[in-house]
């Protein structure tokens, strides 16, 4: 009797460990189905919203076709930045439009203009300046 009751016992454990562990590989291959419309997600997201691909490389004529002060774009050190939101809180006032739609290398990094005349007081714009342009940037010059 008591060699029946540890059979039956064996046996009922590993019926529960047969059902564990059939439930166990079950959840895992939902998972996997999950991550995979996870990853699928961004990219449909990224191709009904224009606004989350923004161009990589920029050509030159589409730089110069920005060049107001509501619609500004300018070219620092071969990346190219949107600054038109940037404009009306520029602390040097509209000087920053002599950039718009054309090279702003040497207006930004050095306050000169193309014939080395200095822009306010020639000098380099401020760390600080440095990391706000980054917030303003949209993509290589092509
Ligand atoms: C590219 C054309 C630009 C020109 C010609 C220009 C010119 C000037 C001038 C004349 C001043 C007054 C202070 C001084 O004369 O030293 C000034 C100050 C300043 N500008 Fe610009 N700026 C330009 C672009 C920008 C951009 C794109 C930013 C930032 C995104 C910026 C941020 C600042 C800041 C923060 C100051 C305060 C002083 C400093 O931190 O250097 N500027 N700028």
Known sequence: MKT?????I??????????????FSNSNDRSVTTDQ???????????ENPTASAPQTITLAMVEERDKKDDCWTIIEGNVYDITSYVPRHPGGDEI??????????????RTDNNGQKVG?????????KNQLQSLYIGKLE
């Open 97 to 110: 439009l002599l950039a718009c739609g054309r090279d702003g290398t040497s207006l930004f990094v050095s």
């Open 121 to 129: 007081s020639g000098t380099p714009h401020s760390s600080g300046a």
């Open 10 to 23: 064996v046996v009922s454990l590993l019926i529960v460990l047969g059902i564990g562990a059939f439930i």
């Open 4 to 8: 029946q009751n540890k059979s039956l």
């Open 37 to 47: 419309q996870a990853s699928i997600k961004p990219e449909d997201e990224s191709t």
